[in-house]
T-cell receptor, first 113, second 117 residues
Framework: KNQVEQSPQSLIILEGKNCTLQCNYTVSPFSNLRWYKQDTGRGPVSLTIMTFSENTKSNGRYTATLDADTKQSSLHITASQLSDSASYICVVRFTGGGNKLTFGTGTQLKVEL | GAVVSQHPSRVICKSGTSVKIECRSLDFQATTMFWYRQFPKQSLMLMATSNEGSKATYEQGVEKDKFLINHASLTLSTLTVTSAHPEDSSFYIC?????????????FGEGSRLTVL
């Protein structure tokens, strides 16, 4: 069964600190992996999209890495800000059977003063 | 970036009534849109794939007569929750894929919170 697991489930950090969120997937065959940021009560907003041939991609203070061999991805947030408080969702596209997306359960990040 | 608009953002209705939620792609055409449901602290669950000019494709376990989807134009899909009950209370989100664009990119609406009393 295709699955996407994220860790930690929740995380609290101080403003200005860095953090790394993890995503492990068992989706196969794999097409691409995306990271989304979802503020409470809002729709997800895309941060990065990575294909199996890409190892790293940055978007401002967000840097995503992908290891297609171990089926792991990480999202690194640098110099966190209060506005980074949100749920971060890892989504993997499965190329077999209709290009379905498999959503992770998300990591709830809270940035405090 | 492309914008997807949902309306209403919040709706409260009485049990037994029907509620319609709209999903519009504001600056692009979208033959395909998707509807999701999200419970608190859980991930998005795909309910159905909405295709312009044809019937929607529902995921297993989703009642098509309960959740009516209409995709009458290239920029508008609607989800109607019929005879709503309190257990239908949830956060409903749509997403759209740009026609002719990179097939991996999806743009999400802001979501619609439904509360059924």
């Amino acid at each position: 069964k295709n699955q996407v697991e994220q860790s930690p489930q929740s995380l609290i950090i101080l403003e200005g600190k860095n953090c790394t969120l993890q995503c492990n997937y068992t989706v196969s065959p794999f097409s691409n992996l995306r990271w989304y940021k979802q503020d409470t009560g809002r729709g997800p907003v895309s941060l990065t999209i990575m294909t199996f041939s890409e190892n790293t991609k940055s978007n401002g203070r967000y840097t995503a890495t992908l290891d297609a061999d171990t089926k792991q991805s990480s999202l690194h947030i640098t110099a966190s800000q209060l506005s980074d408080s949100a749920s971060y969702i890892c989504v993997v596209r499965f190329t077999g059977g209709g290009n379905k997306l498999t959503f992770g359960t998300g990591t709830q990040l809270k940035v405090e003063l | 970036g492309a914008v997807v608009s949902q309306h209403p953002s919040r709706v409260i209705c009485k049990s037994g009534t029907s509620v319609k939620i709209e999903c519009r792609s504001l600056d692009f055409q979208a033959t395909t849109m998707f509807w999701y449901r999200q419970f608190p602290k859980q991930s998005l669950m795909l309910m159905a794939t909405s295709n312009e000019g044809s019937k929607a494709t529902y995921e297993q376990g989703v009642e098509k007569d309960k959740f009516l989807i209409n995709h009458a134009s290239l920029t508008l899909s609607t989800l109607t929750v019929t005879s709503a009950h309190p257990e239908d209370s949830s956060f409903y989100i749509c997403s759209a894929k740009i026609d002719g664009g990179y097939t991996g990119e999806l743009f999400f609406g802001e979501g619609s919170r439904l509360t059924v009393l």
